[in-house]
């Protein structure tokens, strides 16, 4: 297979750039971490376009991103493979056709997009990259013949257990190039030498691979008139009430994986909100480093004013209400937590968000944890920017 035409050029080695030492594109740093972006918008466009107007012609272009380091393309990419639900969210936004794969399917909600007009996504016949026993399938990257692949290949040869870096090099030459970065856990011990993006940082990025940067531009604006609502719902300090999220799998768990939080894009609505991390007050140790686990005698003790248990975005909040919350009421040690009985136990959100779910996942938790009940943004406006119309 000759390799992609779009593609001219990586600038740095893949071996020494997925060594994560420093140097090259290998950024060190993660900056602020913040995604207080400014953006604004010029022109309009409609739905369909390959790119949004003024996004700098059909010529080549470059994009940069940690630890891959400068990607030219020829030609904007039309098929694509995305590592998880945080790089499709952002495609959605960004009003590009769904990716052909993801690492595991099921894990991209998108029963969030049920309540904005005009956007849904089906992801019943997306590939699902992580296979049995941790090996994940060279030959389906043939098989997808994707335009780019929107995925860490530091997350690959790390999460996969069949692939080394000559496996990266192979594909990059002979499919496609690799353009991502791993932001939504920073607890990874392998990813300590290159750069974190931010999650609009990371928006950023993927708006310029597919030239929307309008659309980009857009969300930022809206994001930070989200944010500026959120400034005015947080209390106190002494007025956040003191969280623990976890894993929990199943609709009767007996044990837990605890998330801290921490500057992750996975945390956002949680930092955003400023709620106090009970687990980060004790001494245990965070699941993405030590893939820790605590029983409900550990949990009595630390005994959080609220629990906020992922592994269950599947279901309703009636159901989650039916099935997990009713096993804890019934549960011997259980029953005596603080949580329980004032009945503040709630899906503690996904692995990955985008800016499309994002919006949505901080309005539940704002209800969740701070009782607000109005709408905190703009679903007509969210639907108008994907469908590529700018104008106010």
């Not at 699902?128 to 098989?143: A, I, N, W």
């Not at 930022?220 to 976890?246: C, M, T, W, Y």
Request: glycine content about 10%; overall charge negative.
């Amino acid at each position: 297979m000759q390799r992609r035409r779009f593609l001219t050029g990586v600038t740095a080695t893949t071996g020494a750039l997925l060594a994560g030492c420093a140097g090259g594109a290998s950024e060190s740093g993660d900056g602020n971490g913040s995604d207080r972006t400014t953006g604004s918008t010029t022109g309009t466009t409609t739905g369909g376009s390959t790119t949004d107007a003024n996004s700098g012609g059909n010529g080549a272009y470059s994009v940069s991103m940690a630890p891959m380091g400068e990607v030219t393309f020829e030609s904007v990419p039309q098929t694509w493979v995305a590592n998880n639900g945080s790089w499709a969210d952002m495609g959605a936004a960004l009003g590009v056709e769904p990716p052909k794969a993801l690492w595991l399917p099921e894990r991209y909600h998108t029963q969030y997009y049920d309540g904005i007009p005009g956007i849904s996504v089906d992801t019943s016949k997306m590939t699902t990259l992580f296979g049995d026993g941790g090996s994940v399938s060279k030959e389906t990257y043939y098989q997808l013949d994707g335009d780019v692949h929107v995925q860490d290949p530091t997350f690959l040869l790390n999460r996969a257990k069949n692939w080394k870096r000559a496996d990266i090099d192979e594909i990059t030459t002979n499919v496609a190039p690799f353009v991502g970065n791993t932001g939504f856990s920073r607890g990874y011990s392998w990813h300590e030498n290159y750069r974190y993006y931010s999650l609009y940082d990371a928006f950023g990025k993927l708006a310029k691979v597919f030239k929307r940067e309008q659309r980009y531009n857009a969300f930022s604006k809206l994001h930070d008139g989200f944010q500026s609502q959120l400034s005015n719902i947080v209390p106190s300090k002494s007025e956040r009430p003191a969280v623990a999220i976890l894993w929990a799998g199943g609709n009767q768990p007996e044990k837990f994986s605890p998330y801290l939080i921490g500057k992750g894009t996975s945390f956002k609505q949680w930092r955003d909100l400023e709620v106090r991390d009970a687990l980060a007050e004790t001494d245990v140790e965070n699941f993405h480093a030590s893939r820790a686990e605590i029983d409900y005698e550990t949990l009595l003790e630390i005994d959080p004013e609220m629990l906020l248990l992922r592994g269950h975005e599947d279901q309703t909040a009636t159901k989650f209400q039916g099935t997990v919350v009713q096993f804890l009421r019934d549960h011997d040690i259980a029953s005596d937590l603080t949580a329980v009985k004032n009945g503040d136990v709630y899906r503690g959100g996904p692995l990955y968000q985008g800016p499309i779910t994002n919006l949505v996942l901080t309005e539940r938790a704002a209800k969740q944890v701070y009782g607000v009940s109005k709408e905190l943004f703009d679903r007509k406006r969210v639907a108008d920017i994907v469908a590529g119309k700018f104008s106010q």
